[in-house]
Antibody, heavy 115, light 108 residues
Framework: EVQLVESGGGLVQPGESLKLSCATS????????IHWARQASGKGLEWVGR??????????SYAESVTGRFTISRDESTRTAYLLMTSLKSEDTAVYYC??????WGQGNLVTVSS | SYELTQPPSVSVSPGQTASITCFGD??????AYWYQQRPGQAPVLVIY???ERPSGIPDRFSGSGSGTTATLTISGVQAADEADYYC???????????FGGGTKLTVL
């Protein structure tokens, strides 16, 4: 069974950093693309970025809104993906989802950016 | 930046057919994907590669594409189908994924 479990969310102040984790099981981790998406309360889905599979050299790409501030990484030994968020803004407040190829989704983790 | 455009809302009576459209300039060359999201839940993929249906998704759900428009069709709509529906695709470079703004399906 495919499982993705996000953790690390919480309340942070504007300008601070936060790192989300996505623990996975049930699939070929190194052979899979891992995406992050987010959803502000009452709003639509927004794609944040992705890390591709080992066959694609784990290449990353990001949405324009987070480029230069967010970084996606992965640890093959622990089957965990990460989303490092820096220079956080109030508009980054959202539920953040980790997804396997945008097919299987985690339950989401709330990040609140507020002073 | 690339955008996918959906109608904000669609309403249909039980048993009728609902059609939700998604417009994007790159859709002639890129696949469309569709997600159902109920309140408080994570999205669920209901259509992939324009018209393919994942296992476990009822055959009432179908997808099609024509030029710059992708369409999700739900036949014999049930109360349980009331949800937000999102289309998703990738820009012409293939590097940036995009979601449409979402369509709220109301079953009257």
């Amino acid at each position: 069974e495919v499982q993705l479990v996000e953790s690390g969310g919480g309340l942070v102040q504007p300008g601070e950093s936060l790192k989300l984790s996505c623990a996975t099981s049930g699939f070929n981790f190194s052979g899979s693309a891992i995406h992050w998406a987010r959803q502000a309360s009452g709003k639509g889905l927004e794609w944040v970025g992705r890390t591709r599979s080992i066959a694609n050299n784990y290449a990353t790409s990001y949405a324009e809104s987070v480029t230069g501030r967010f970084t996606i990484s992965r640890d093959e030994s622990t089957r965990t993906a990460y989303l490092l968020m820096t220079s956080l803004k109030s508009e980054d407040t959202a539920v953040y989802y980790c997804t396997l190829g945008l097919v299987y989704w985690g339950q989401g983790n709330l990040v609140t950016v507020s002073s | 930046s690339y955008e996918l455009t959906q109608p904000p809302s669609v309403s249909v009576s039980p048993g009728q057919t609902a059609s939700i459209t998604c417009f994007g300039d790159a859709l002639p060359d890129q696949y469309a994907y569709w997600y159902q999201q109920r309140p408080g839940q994570a999205p669920v993929l209901v259509i992939y590669k324009d018209s393919e249906r994942p296992s476990g998704i009822p055959d009432r759900f179908s997808g099609s594409g024509s030029g710059t428009t992708a369409t999700l069709t739900i036949s014999g709509v049930q109360a349980a189908d009331e949800a937000d529906y999102y289309c998703q695709s990738v820009d012409s470079s293939g590097a940036v994924e995009v979601f449409g703004g979402g369509t709220k399906l109301t079953v009257l």
